[in-house]
């Protein structure tokens, strides 16, 4: 199985997603971000349910995306681990691969995702969307987020803005 298929996100988590976007604007070119408002996401871990209140930021980048995630609070340190506890933090955290196609697709690599190679940090969903990330921190120090996304969720994702740098 192609763990990298279809790779088209990178991820950050920080403590401070204005200072984040500032951050990219002013040292990177990247200035053009679609903000989400806060929002609970309820996740499926190996210790059990938990939840993540979290602020996260999209910009498109040629045919990449970037995302900036600020975790605040809730029962997960998915999030939140590597962060430090004061002041501005910023920390790469995962690649994401999004599995394009019929629902089938998703249901295909779920059910023959070696998880004793590859295992499941958490797994969860919204409407009829799913995504699960993988733990690959003692191997390549970070997640690989995998997600199939139903047809409003694909259009929030690709509304954030081009940014040509």
Not at 59 to 72: T, V, Y
Not at 84 to 95: E, I, K, T
Not at 134 to 152: I, S
């Amino acid at each position: 199985m192609m763990m990298f298929k279809d790779f088209f996100q990178v991820a950050y988590v920080t403590t401070d997603l204005t200072a984040a976007i500032d951050l990219f604007a002013r040292d990177y070119g990247v200035g053009q971000w679609l903000r989400l408002p806060p929002s609970t996401i309820e996740l499926a871990t190996p210790r059990g349910p938990e939840s993540a209140h979290i602020e996260y930021a999209l910009a498109q980048i040629g045919g990449r995306q970037l995302e900036l995630i600020q975790p605040n609070g809730g029962s997960s340190t998915l999030y939140s681990e590597g962060l430090p506890a004061s002041g501005f933090g910023l920390r790469f955290h995962h690649l994401g691969c999004w599995l394009r196609g019929e629902r089938k697709e998703w249901e295909d690599f779920r059910s023959t995702l070696d998880t004793a190679r590859h295992p499941i940090a958490m797994e969860g969903g919204f409407g009829a969307s799913a995504y699960l990330y993988t733990d690959q921190r003692d191997r390549l120090g970070h997640y690989l987020e995998y997600m199939w996304l139903d047809a409003d969720a694909s259009e929030m994702f690709m509304s954030a803005p081009q940014n040509l740098v």
